[in-house]
């Protein structure tokens, strides 16, 4: 639970909108199931298919920050790959 609400604190921080998340047919029919219905046998296999969506959304929230990230200047990457290797450039 703890992903969530850092996940959820962020956006709410940077005062972005709620998204929208797709999720598999599959699971929005157990979803249903559930609480429309009122049956607990699928609690696993829902719990399971919202864990997997959660993962998801954490690599895909830190794949963002990394494409995102500053990068260093050609020059200074040169530089300390020549250093690490004893290569110089």
Do not use: W
């Not at 005062?15 to 699928?42: A, S, W």
């Not at 260093?72 to 250093?83: D, F, G, M, R, W």
């Amino acid at each position: 639970m703890e992903n969530i609400d850092a996940i959820d604190a962020n956006r709410r921080r940077k005062g972005e909108k709620m998204k929208n998340v797709q999720i598999p047919y599959e699971l929005f029919m157990l979803l249903i199931r559930h609480y429309l219905v009122e049956d607990d046998t699928c609690l696993d296999e829902i719990r399971q298919g919202l864990e997997k969506k959660l993962d998801s959304l954490v690599q895909h929230e830190l794949y963002g920050k990394f494409k995102t990230a500053p990068t260093q200047p050609a020059e200074t990457v040169q530089h300390s790959t020549s250093i690490q290797t004893g290569i110089s450039g």
